[in-house]
Structure formats: C-alpha cells, structure tokens
C-alpha cells in the first residue's frame, strides 16, 4: 500500500453534483445575506421604524400597527416586525403593502418622494397602489387588508 491510500477517507468522495450543489447554496446563502445589509448611514432612512408595542398576540389579523397621526401625509412607514408598509397616500387615506420588493425580496428601506424604495437595485413603488415606479422590479408590491378605527390602522 502507498502512503496515500493509507490515508484515504473511507467511504465514496463527494460527486461532481454534490460539490456544485453546495457552492451554489453557499453562493445563494452570500446573496441574501447581501439583501438584508446596511447601506452604511449611522441613523434610519426616513419612514422606516419598527413596529409598536401592542397587541401582537401571534396573529396577524387585527394586530395594531400604528396611529393614523405617525403615518406621515405623502409618506408613509415601515413596520418591519409586521412585514408591512402603511402609507398615507393623501390626508385620511391609508394603504398597506408587504415590505419585501418583488425584485429579489430585499426588505424596503424607506418611503420618500412618493416611493416606497429598496435599498438593494433601486427598485421603487408608488404609494398609492404598490405598483412599480423604478425598476428592476417589475410587480407591484402586494396590498395588504388593514382598517382604521379610533385613529388606530390594524392589520384586517
């Protein structure tokens, strides 16, 4: 016996499918770590906040998300923990869409000029109805049901 088979590993080596496999999950694992990374400010873009404290329950259907009156006019705001975007397209009018882009489901960073934005390719939605602005993307963000009472907008 030579030295090398001495110190061969038993059992089959890794096939040329496993080992592309597993570059291309490692590639995959690299991209959407890229997704959720910071564009390097040291303060949150504007809109973008966490979700409240309150009723989470484990349900989504009627969870508070925030005030009519922290849901700026023309803007809107970013209620990560919700998965959710609520904005305020015109005084007293509240829309709600999913904060992932369509593009390659980066969170959304922010809601400005108009847009909500995606950090990610540039990608940008319109507030009024989630449909695209500026792509890459090319659909709309996804509505959500929600419903104002009292001042408060919750999921529906």
């Not at 030295?3 to 080992?19: F, I, K, L, N, Y």
């Not at 990610?120 to 989630?130: L, Q, R, T, V």
């Amino acid at each position: 016996m030579t030295a090398s088979q001495d110190s061969a590993p038993h059992g089959p080596a890794p096939t040329r499918r496993v080992v592309v496999a597993a570059v291309g999950a490692a590639g995959i694992a690299a991209a959407l770590s890229a997704c959720g990374g910071s564009d390097g400010s040291a303060s949150e873009p504007a809109g973008s906040v966490s979700a409240p404290a309150g009723d989470g329950g484990g349900s989504s259907g009627g969870r508070k998300l925030a005030e009519e009156s922290e849901v700026p006019e023309g803007g809107g705001k970013i209620l990560a923990d919700a998965g959710v975007v609520v904005t305020q397209p015109k005084k007293g009018e509240f829309k709600a869409f999913t904060n992932i882009c369509t593009h390659r489901q980066c969170p959304v960073s922010s809601v400005e000029g108009g847009t909500i934005n995606c950090p990610c390719h540039g990608s940008k939605f319109s507030i009024e109805d989630g449909s695209v602005r500026h792509g890459p993307a090319t659909e709309a963000l996804a509505e959500k049901k929600i419903t104002t009472s009292g001042g408060t907008i919750s999921l529906a």
